[in-house]
């Protein structure tokens, strides 16, 4: 499948590889994109276009694509998204805090007076928004798009904690009573450390967090009771807890939130946008028996479930663009701060390049100022931890989209 582009700079219908093979020989049409694999015609010609629906499944780690006919799949992708901001976020604040501490001892106190603007989102939404706004827009830009259809869901995370909760029950949750989430906590636990059980009769008792506070909050199902004796040693490397932190719902948190958000943002540019929901999606998958896969789910959101699947797909993954990170963490020997900033170009390589190494295509995960980069597949998967730069040929330049053709249908995650 080979997408067109008109003179004129508007999507057409694809082709097949036939047919774009002898445009480009009689120069009749140029390459303007590797992958997906786009030509531009060098000549005027009628915009003739069939229906094409785009089916979006929505979701917090991993969006499925399918633009669709109504007896074939034009277009079908597999995008997985950033999960870092979060952590990146925590890290910059350490770091600062630490530094304004080194550098200004005393600093005037700032009150929490400035309101955030209307319709404000976190940072790590926001991008996540952004990403699935970018993804359908790239799609519009090689696919004569009529119609988009989005699969969002809603979570009542109150209903999923406790099955028989109704009426006034959802203004009284777990913490009612209690002044902050550390009394509750002990409260929970009756006051006792839930590693020895009392045995070291250590009468002073701390909240833990059994995920770091950095990407697992203050929430109760990530804080646990110990004694001051257990506490210490644990942080100590001296014991380890078995214990697991309970259910997260940062992911149906992600989706109630972005939900309309993301459909409001849609509609906004694109004029034919409309809404469907996971119970409708799985119901269509299985009377068509269709297994289940972010971009089979895409298709049935699309509404073509029977539409001749693709032999391949692309997968996409989200990155971030530079690492801005100033000093190193660690104080190396003589109470000296390295730089973190790395060269932008490494014998000419950028990271998350596109290169070939033999007959495969891979990226460039790792550089070293010595010539030797790792190279991986968007799935992780090692190609070569170390080889040398002058056996690489750059085919793409890196960007915040990554992405690479994939020749089976993937698994669901």
């Known amino acids: 499948m080979v997408y067109v582009i008109s003179i004129e700079g508007k999507p057409l219908m694809p082709c097949k590889e036939a047919k774009a093979r002898k445009l480009l020989r009689d120069n009749k049409a140029k390459v303007i994109k590797r992958t997906p694999f786009t030509i531009q015609l060098l000549f005027v010609c009628e915009n003739i276009t069939q229906p094409i629906t785009l089916g979006i499944d929505a979701g917090s780690k991993k969006i499925g694509i399918s633009a669709t006919t109504e007896t074939k799949e034009l277009y079908a992708s ?34 929490m007076n400035r309101k955030k603007s209307e319709g404000w989102l976190a940072h790590s939404i926001r991008q996540k928004i952004e990403t699935h ?3 359908v827009s790239d799609v519009h830009k090689i696919l004569p798009i009529s119609k988009i259809i989005v699969e969002t869901a809603s979570f009542d995370i109150q209903k999923i904690k406790n099955p028989e909760i109704q009426g006034e029950q959802y203004q009284q949750g777990e913490q009612l009573d209690f002044w902050n989430v550390r009394e509750y906590v002990l409260f929970r636990d009756n006051h006792v450390c839930q590693h ?11 909240v833990h967090h059994i995920e770091s506070r950095k990407i697992g909050g203050d ?5 646990i009771t110990l004694c001051e004796t257990c506490h210490k040693k644990h942080h100590a490397g001296e014991i380890e807890l078995k214990v697991k932190r309970g259910t997260s719902f940062k992911d149906a948190a992600f989706m109630g939130i972005m939900r309309w958000g993301f459909y409001d943002k849609l509609r906004e540019i694109y004029p034919d946008v409309s809404m469907t929901y996971g119970y409708i999606t799985k119901n269509t998958r299985i009377r068509n028996e269709l297994e289940k896969s972010h971009v089979v ?10 539409a001749e699947p693709l032999p391949s797909f692309f997968l996409q993954k989200s990155v971030r663009k530079r690492n801005r990170q100033l000093h190193k963490a660690t104080i190396s020997k003589g109470g000296k701060r390295k730089s973190n900033q790395a060269p932008k170009y490494v014998h000419g390589f950028q990271l998350f390049d ?19 980069f790792d190279l991986r597949l968007l799935d992780g998967s090692k190609v070569h931890a170390s080889t040398s730069y002058k056996k690489l040929k750059v085919l793409e330049k890196t960007k915040t989209l990554l992405i690479e053709r994939r020749r089976a249908i993937p698994p669901i995650a």
């Open 354 to 372: 596109k290169v070939l190494f033999g007959n495969q295509e891979c990226f460039v995960f790792g550089r070293r100022s010595s010539g030797y």
């Open 219 to 223: 929430a109760p199902n990530n804080l």
């Open 297 to 306: 789910d895409a298709r049935c959101v699309s509404g073509n479930p029977q």
């Open 196 to 206: 020895c059980k009392g045995k070291t009769k250590d009468k002073i008792l701390n």
């Open 78 to 111: 597999e995008v997985t998204l950033r999960n870092d901001i979060v952590d990146n976020l925590a890290s910059r604040r350490q770091f600062r805090r630490t530094r304004r501490n080194r550098k200004t001892r005393y600093r005037k106190a700032r009150f």
């Open 133 to 135: 706004l970018k993804v």
